[in-house]
């Protein structure tokens, strides 16, 4: 069984030889695969020559004699013409490099600082985690006072462990400011400049349509 | 007859399309006579009614003319049917501002060739000729209408790919299957015609095969 054309490369490749070759654009290579496929084919081969039939009859036939001269009278008023659009691509181009940037900034923005948040906790954790130890270590002038106050079971009720722990702790050095903040700014430039674009895009469009009205 | 290219522009259009840009309406109109044959039978093709074809191909040259500073160079005759083809299918969008003197009032009237025909005394010749040329014409009628504007780009305005593609707003590989399908249906319509010119061997059942 036949298979429907749709499918059947063999007839789609068939049709685009046979096209060409009427229309004369067929190369060599072509021909050759196109006579090879009429070769084998006797149907296809047929088609072909009652396609050319018809081409010819069609190409035979002569234009229609315009009814009059179209020939202007008088000459209208002139639009002139909308600005090139080189500019345009190029702004357009511009917009969607500096939008992409952004867009992969915020992307990498978004996958680095939770990672930099996410380690803060830990390393206080880890820091108040340590703090007992490192008053144990080496406890501070005030430890031994808070440590007998708890130790005689006075004051738990007024007295919360991890605050106390917090404030016995060394503060947790910032997270380095530098990496963020050139991201920040570089994300704040790219935003600016994509606006900018965007607007300069927006401007010339503008003008291009108004010139075609 | 392959398909003529005009992919190198012809310099007497450019060199009337530049006076007609300083505003010289004479160049501008020696381009209308030029072309105004293709581009009547463009829209002619396109609208099946000649004097809504009339019509359109005159607001085609107005236009062409109010645009011209829009043509940058390449293939005027493809920049000028594209317009043609921009006002027909505005006309075929407003049906109520077309005449409607179809091409049927030819046949069915007291010219039996219609615009096809060649005017003048017919000897017999002439007559069989004008009567293919109306056969061949209800038969393009007859293709659907992205089918017909390809075939017509191509066969009888004799433009190539890459214009029939500009022209027809579609890409090349679309004009060429669009080509194919319609020379296809138009095999089928007119077998008759080229069974008489011999151009077909004769078939008992009349069994072509059916496109799409």
Same mark, same amino acid.
């Given at each position: 069984?036949?298979?429907?054309?749709?499918?059947?490369?063999?007839?789609?490749?068939?049709?685009?030889?046979?096209?060409?070759?009427?229309?004369?654009?067929?190369?060599?290579?072509?021909?050759?695969?196109?006579?090879?496929?009429?070769?084998?084919?006797?149907?296809?081969?047929?088609? $072909?020559?009652? @396609?050319?039939?018809?081409?010819?009859?069609?190409?035979?036939?002569?234009?229609?004699?315009? %009814?009059?001269?179209?020939?202007?009278?008088?000459?209208?008023?002139?639009?002139?013409?909308? /600005?090139?659009?080189?500019?345009?691509?190029?702004?357009?181009?511009?917009?969607?490099?500096?939008?992409?940037?952004?867009?992969?900034?915020?992307?990498?923005?978004?996958?680095?600082?939770?990672?930099?948040?996410? !380690?803060? %906790?830990?390393?206080?954790?880890?820091?108040?985690?340590?703090? &007992?130890?490192?008053?144990?270590?080496?406890?501070?002038?005030? $430890?031994?006072?808070?440590?007998?106050?708890? $130790?005689?079971?006075?004051?738990?009720?007024?007295?919360?462990?991890?605050?106390?722990?917090?404030?016995?702790?060394? =503060?947790?050095?910032?997270?380095?400011?530098?990496?963020?903040?050139?991201?920040?700014?570089?994300?704040?430039?790219?935003?600016?400049?994509?606006?900018?674009?965007?607007?300069?895009?927006?401007?010339?469009?503008?003008?291009?349509?108004?010139?075609?009205? | 007859?392959?398909?003529?290219?005009?992919?190198? /522009?012809?310099?007497?259009?450019?060199?009337?399309?530049?006076?007609?840009?300083?505003?010289?309406?004479?160049?501008?109109?020696?381009? +209308?006579?030029?072309?105004?044959?293709?581009?009547?039978?463009?829209?002619?093709?396109?609208?099946?009614? &000649?004097?809504?074809?009339?019509?359109?191909?005159?607001?085609?040259?107005?236009?062409?003319?109010?645009?011209?500073?829009?043509?940058?160079?390449?293939?005027?005759?493809?920049?000028?049917?594209?317009? +043609?083809?921009?006002?027909?299918?505005?006309?075929?969008?407003?049906?109520?501002?077309?005449?409607?003197?179809?091409?049927?009032?030819?046949? !069915?009237?007291?010219?039996?060739?219609?615009?096809?025909?060649?005017?003048?005394?017919?000897?017999? !010749?002439?007559?069989?000729?004008?009567?293919?040329?109306?056969?061949?014409?209800?038969?393009?009628?007859?293709?659907?209408?992205?089918?017909?504007?390809?075939?017509?780009?191509?066969?009888? =305005?004799?433009?190539?790919?890459?214009?029939?593609?500009?022209?027809?707003?579609?890409?090349?590989?679309?004009?060429?299957?669009?080509?194919?399908?319609?020379?296809?249906?138009?095999?089928?319509?007119?077998?008759?015609? @080229?069974?008489?010119?011999?151009?077909? %061997?004769?078939?008992?059942?009349?069994?072509?095969?059916?496109?799409?």
């Amino acid at each position: 069984m036949r298979l429907p054309r749709v499918f059947d490369r063999r007839r789609r490749r068939y049709e685009k030889l046979v096209t060409e070759h009427l229309d004369g654009v067929l190369d060599a290579a072509g021909e050759a695969r196109l006579q090879q496929l009429l070769d084998s084919d006797e149907a296809l081969a047929v088609e $072909a020559r009652e @396609l050319d039939a018809v081409t010819a009859l069609l190409r035979a036939e002569p234009l229609v004699e315009p %009814p009059r001269s179209f020939a202007l009278p008088y000459a209208p008023a002139r639009v002139p013409a909308p /600005p090139h659009r080189g500019p345009l691509r190029w702004m357009q181009a511009a917009t969607a490099t500096a939008a992409l940037v952004l867009v992969t900034l915020i992307g990498v923005d978004l996958v680095v600082t939770p990672a930099a948040v996410s !380690e803060a %906790p830990e390393s206080s954790t880890a820091t108040a985690e340590q703090a &007992p130890a490192a008053s144990q270590a080496a406890p501070p002038p005030d $430890a031994p006072a808070i440590d007998s106050a708890f $130790a005689d079971g006075a004051g738990q009720d007024k007295v919360q462990p991890f605050p106390l722990t917090r404030s016995l702790a060394p =503060e947790p050095e910032p997270a380095p400011a530098a990496g963020r903040s050139a991201l920040d700014w570089a994300q704040l430039g790219f935003a600016l400049a994509t606006a900018a674009l965007a607007l300069g895009v927006a401007l010339v469009s503008w003008r291009a349509a108004r010139s075609r009205a | 007859m392959p398909v003529t290219s005009q992919s190198t /522009p012809d310099r007497d259009d450019l060199e009337w399309a530049r006076r007609a840009q300083e505003g010289d309406l004479v160049a501008f109109n020696a381009i +209308v006579e030029r072309y105004q044959a293709r581009a009547y039978n463009l829209a002619l093709r396109m609208l099946r009614s &000649p004097a809504a074809a009339e019509d359109a191909t005159q607001e085609a040259f107005f236009s062409a003319y109010r645009h011209i500073d829009s043509f940058r160079g390449g293939s005027l005759r493809s920049w000028i049917l594209t317009i +043609v083809a921009n006002a027909a299918r505005d006309a075929l969008r407003a049906p109520s501002r077309r005449r409607t003197t179809s091409l049927e009032a030819y046949t !069915e009237g007291g010219d039996p060739g219609g615009p096809w025909a060649d005017p003048g005394p017919q000897p017999e !010749e002439q007559a069989l000729r004008a009567e293919t040329s109306r056969q061949v014409h209800d038969a393009l009628d007859r293709l659907p209408d992205d089918q017909r504007l390809v075939v017509t780009l191509v066969d009888l =305005e004799g433009l190539d790919y890459d214009e029939a593609a500009q022209v027809a707003r579609v890409p090349i590989g679309t004009v060429r299957s669009r080509l194919f399908r319609g020379r296809s249906r138009l095999r089928d319509l007119l077998r008759p015609v @080229l069974e008489l010119s011999g151009d077909l %061997p004769r078939q008992s059942n009349g069994g072509a095969q059916g496109e799409d």
